[in-house]
């Protein structure tokens, strides 16, 4: 019981996270539930809650069709290898996972904080979110965690923040479903988890309307300073869980 009631608050913390910054479900729902669950099953928990999750903030604000048609050819790069790359999930130790992802998420947006003026023209866009969508393609079908190229890249484009929140969103969502197909194709994600994933989709949601909330009161300013604090304060905890 004590574990099912920590792995529930756990679910809405991200999901709550996600309402308000849109993102930080993965972040923080994988090393949560890693210590009850390990990284596979943690993983196969959150794979509903992510998809449905994104597909909600993927439609909002009515800006979908114009960041899809943007952010196409990463998209569909970050599928193809999500998929693919799910052969060589959970072959590579735990704390390595862990400590090189951790390091990429204090490194990376760090640098883009403190950098503002690194900026990403739309003529480099086709090439270079190419190559994002690759690499985080890599990382998320080896680890679930496509986060720190995307968040990056994202921090570069300086996108307003309704367009952020979709297209980071967005990004995600067809990450997690390269990653749900390539799980389902290696017979890691059966019946039974995918009947505790959609389960789990209901402290995610609930925990999602109210950062939703909640994001309505928080200015640009303080929006860039969360998603900041959200990929250092994970970073941190992955280097520590590494350790």
């Known amino acids: 019981m004590t574990s099912f009631i920590y792995c529930v608050l756990a679910l809405f913390v991200g999901g709550a996270l996600k309402g308000v910054v849109g993102l930080g479900l993965p972040?923080?729902?994988?090393?949560?539930?890693?210590?009850?669950?390990?990284?596979?099953?943690?993983?196969?928990?959150?794979?509903?809650?992510?998809?449905?999750?994104?597909?909600?903030?993927?439609?909002?604000?009515?800006l979908?069709?114009?960041?899809?048609?943007?952010?196409?050819?990463?998209?569909?790069?970050?599928?193809?290898?999500?998929?693919?790359?799910?052969?060589?999930?959970?072959?590579?130790?735990?704390?390595?996972?862990?400590?090189?992802?951790?390091?990429?998420?204090?490194?990376?947006p760090t640098v883009a904080y403190l950098r503002p003026t690194i900026r990403v023209s739309r003529e480099?866009?086709?090439?270079?979110?190419?190559?994002?969508?690759?690499?985080?393609?890599?990382?998320?079908?080896?680890?679930?965690?496509?986060?720190?190229p995307l968040m990056i890249y994202l921090a570069c484009l300086r996108l307003p923040k309704n367009e952020f929140v979709v297209a980071v969103s967005l990004m995600f969502l067809v990450a997690q479903v390269g990653l749900g197909l390539g799980l389902i194709g290696l017979?890691?994600?059966?019946?039974?988890?995918l009947s505790l994933s959609a389960a789990a989709c209901i402290p995610v949601l609930a925990g999602?309307?109210?950062?939703?909330?909640a994001r309505l009161r928080v200015s640009d300013r303080v929006f860039s300073v969360l998603v900041f604090a959200t990929y250092l304060l994970t970073g941190v905890s992955f280097l520590v869980r590494a350790l």
């Open 64 to 108: 979908f069709p114009s960041v899809a048609r943007r952010f196409f050819p990463l998209l569909a790069v970050l599928f193809c290898v999500t998929a693919i790359s799910t052969r060589g999930f959970n072959l590579l130790p735990e704390r390595g996972l862990f400590g090189v992802v951790g390091a990429a998420l204090v490194v990376f």
């Open 208 to 213: 999602m309307w109210l950062g939703s909330k």
């Open 124 to 148: 480099q866009e086709p090439w270079l979110g190419t190559l994002v969508g690759a690499v985080a393609g890599v990382l998320a079908g080896v680890s679930s965690m496509p986060g720190p």
């Open 27 to 62: 972040l923080v729902g994988v090393p949560l539930l890693t210590f009850p669950l390990g990284l596979e099953g943690a993983v196969s928990i959150l794979v509903l809650p992510i998809i449905v999750s994104n597909i909600a903030q993927s439609f909002a604000a009515g």
């Open 187 to 193: 017979s890691k994600t059966g019946p039974l988890e």
